[in-house]
């Protein structure tokens, strides 16, 4: 079998997972290692809110590591941007848009995202993986269909 940028259904030849990062050795450490980085950073910027003593680099670790969390878990597959999984990402980002505009809201704010991160990470994979768009657990294109 050749090597090819998407898995294909051969009996409709549409792409089952579409990616632009393709399945490597070690991405799951990767994301595991981005995740524990991350933590740190918005430890660190929660300690910032509770404590009132500024730590830029808080700040620069959580967005960082943050950023290369989304590019990882977005373009492994596309269908991502349209799942509860991402949609919680999406309203983890207006949060934090939240805390930069009205500061005094950042404890509530961070508040509410823990309890987020908290609910999505262990929340069954039909729940994660259900599309807002259709309406059902979608995990590739052949899901869409039908």
């Not at 050749?2 to 259904?9: C, E, G, Q, R, T």
């Not at 980085?37 to 910032?48: C, E, K, N, Q, W």
């Not at 670790?61 to 290369?68: D, E, R, Y």
Request: aromatic share 16%; proline share 3%; charged share 15%.
């Amino acid at each position: 079998m050749k090597n090819h940028k998407f898995l294909v259904n051969r009996d409709e030849n549409l792409p089952m997972n579409l990616s632009i990062i393709p399945q490597f050795k070690g991405k799951r450490w990767l994301k595991i290692l981005l995740r524990s980085i991350h933590l740190v950073g918005f430890s660190g910027v929660f300690a910032y809110i509770l404590f009132d003593e500024p730590q830029v680099i808080y700040w620069v670790i959580m967005l960082t590591s943050g950023l290369g969390l989304l590019i990882v878990e977005a373009f492994s597959n596309l269908l991502w941007f349209v799942q509860v999984r991402a949609l919680f990402m999406y309203l983890k980002l207006v949060l934090l848009g939240v805390v930069f505009l009205y500061p005094s809201y950042a404890f509530h704010c961070f508040i509410i995202i823990v309890m987020m991160s908290g609910i999505i990470a262990h929340a069954p994979s039909s729940v994660r993986y259900f599309s807002f768009i259709h309406f059902k657990k979608v995990k590739s294109v052949h899901d869409i269909k039908g």
